[in-house]
């Protein structure tokens, strides 16, 4: 692929995942999305087969971005393994408090808007949360090993748990345009996690 195909198509994705962030996936429509882009539409299909195409492409950039963001923090050996979880949250908590309560994750809409709507946006929203949850787990397998956590806890299991209150979080703090549910969740994950 030359550089002039795939800055094309980057900056497709790219104005397809604001356009979404600031709308919906139903609710902005192609025309908009590659005027953004500055791209003909005859030009869109050399890249997509259809709209649905360009949300799991949608999907996967911001799936490969979070992962590496959350790769760096949960590799940072200064920290123990639960210190390294504890601080990953704490990091994202962070990014919505500097960018405010009102920006979503386009994962996360996405996943309540098409989910039950178009299976291949559907499997690489599982797929993105699957492999997050699995770094998690990683990272709490090693705190196992030193004793961080109890002996009697499943690494995955507990890695899925954070996930979901994580994400119902970023859910109330849609709703009440806060970050208090985010503040909770931290404070439980800071005082429960190491007794668990």
Not at 34 to 63: M, N, Q, R, W
Not at 81 to 103: N, T
Not at 188 to 196: A, D, E, F
């Given at each position: 692929?030359?550089?002039?195909?795939?800055?094309?198509?980057?900056?497709?994705?790219?104005?397809?995942?604001?356009?979404?962030?600031?709308?919906?996936?139903?609710?902005?429509?192609?025309?908009?999305?590659l005027?953004?882009?500055?791209?003909p539409?005859?030009?869109?299909y050399?890249?997509?087969?259809?709209?649905?195409?360009?949300?799991?492409?949608?999907?996967?950039?911001?799936?490969?971005?979070?992962?590496?963001?959350?790769?760096?923090?949960?590799?940072?050996?200064?920290?123990s393994?639960?210190k390294?979880?504890?601080?990953?949250?704490?990091?994202?908590?962070?990014?919505?408090?500097?960018?405010?309560?009102?920006?979503?994750?386009?994962?996360?809409k996405?996943?309540?808007?098409?989910?039950?709507?178009?299976?291949?946006?559907?499997?690489?929203?599982?797929?993105?949360?699957?492999?997050?949850?699995?770094?998690?787990?990683?990272?709490?397998?090693?705190?196992k090993?030193?004793?961080?956590?109890?002996?009697?806890?499943?690494?995955?299991?507990?890695?899925?748990?954070?996930?979901?209150?994580?994400?119902?979080?970023?859910?109330?703090?849609q709703?009440?345009?806060?970050t208090?549910?985010?503040?909770?969740?931290?404070?439980?994950?800071?005082?429960?996690?190491?007794?668990?």
């Amino acid at each position: 692929m030359t550089s002039t195909t795939a800055n094309t198509k980057d900056r497709i994705i790219d104005a397809g995942s604001a356009a979404i962030a600031a709308k919906s996936f139903n609710g902005c429509g192609l025309k908009e999305i590659l005027d953004t882009a500055g791209v003909p539409k005859g030009s869109f299909y050399h890249y997509f087969k259809c709209k649905e195409d360009l949300g799991v492409a949608v999907i996967e950039e911001s799936a490969a971005a979070h992962s590496e963001f959350i790769r760096e923090l949960l590799s940072n050996r200064q920290l123990s393994p639960l210190k390294r979880v504890q601080h990953m949250f704490s990091a994202m908590r962070d990014h919505y408090i500097e960018s405010g309560p009102l920006r979503e994750c386009v994962i996360a809409k996405l996943a309540l808007e098409v989910a039950q709507l178009s299976e291949p946006m559907r499997l690489a929203i599982k797929f993105a949360y699957t492999n997050w949850s699995a770094q998690i787990a990683r990272a709490l397998t090693e705190a196992k090993a030193a004793g961080e956590i109890s002996e009697s806890q499943d690494p995955q299991e507990l890695a899925d748990f954070l996930v979901n209150a994580w994400e119902g979080c970023t859910l109330r703090m849609q709703i009440d345009q806060n970050t208090v549910a985010l503040d909770q969740f931290m404070e439980r994950i800071t005082k429960t996690l190491p007794k668990v």
